[in-house]
């Protein structure tokens, strides 16, 4: 089957090349004149997949690479990087096919490294809301916090210790603003209640 192509420029250094009835592809100029290609040229559409496959899914491939060197990325976040650099989805859907096959990019290993980097810090609560924004499929996000278990107190500990270091005496209405200050942050009551109490045990002896 025979397309006929057309050239559209772009906000960038990209060209479109865009081929009737078919997705197309961004070149830069140069390769443009390298395959001679020009407004209303024909080409079949072998002689287009093989241009896309030279040029625009190794440049994909690359910059999903150099992005990742950098970070780790979630699926989504990696994908919406390619759609910015004006990545076709052809070739954006064989370069996540690359990278999942290698395990360059791997949400359960980026949500499970995730809560371990950030549960000192934060509330499973707010880890999930976060990895859920991040694009971690809700599958993914069942299975990671189930073999994670409940947080304990020790992910909670420091976080407590260093906030109590503001009221002089640890009284009832102490005690109360305490634990409404981590609920807040996401965390139950109860394992803040329970961490307390032990801070305050262990000080007493």
Do not use: W
Request: net charge positive; glycine share 6%.
């Amino acid at each position: 089957m025979m397309y006929q192509i057309s050239l559209c420029e772009t906000k960038g250094r990209k060209i479109y090349v865009d081929p009737e009835l078919c997705e197309g592809f961004y070149l830069y100029p140069g390769e443009v004149r390298r395959y001679k290609l020009e407004d209303g040229k024909q080409v079949t559409e072998e002689e287009l997949t093989q241009i896309r496959k030279t040029c625009a899914l190794p440049r994909a491939k690359k910059r999903a690479m150099g992005i990742l060197v950098k970070q780790d990325k979630t699926e989504q976040e990696l994908r919406q990087k390619l759609e910015q650099s004006m990545t076709d989805s052809i070739s954006l859907e064989e370069t996540m096919e690359y990278l999942r096959s290698f395990g360059y990019v791997n949400d359960y290993r980026y949500a499970s490294d995730y809560i371990r980097n950030k549960k000192k810090r934060k509330s499973y609560r707010l880890i999930r809301s976060e990895l859920k924004k991040k694009g971690i499929p809700e599958e993914v996000l069942e299975q990671v916090f189930a073999e994670e278990g409940e947080q304990k107190g020790e992910d909670i500990r420091e976080q407590i210790e260093k906030y109590i270091r503001k009221y002089p005496e640890m009284n009832r209405e102490a005690r109360q603003k305490v634990c409404a200050h981590f609920y807040r942050k996401g965390y139950a009551g109860s394992l803040v209640m329970e961490t307390l109490e032990r801070i305050l045990e262990d000080k007493e002896d």
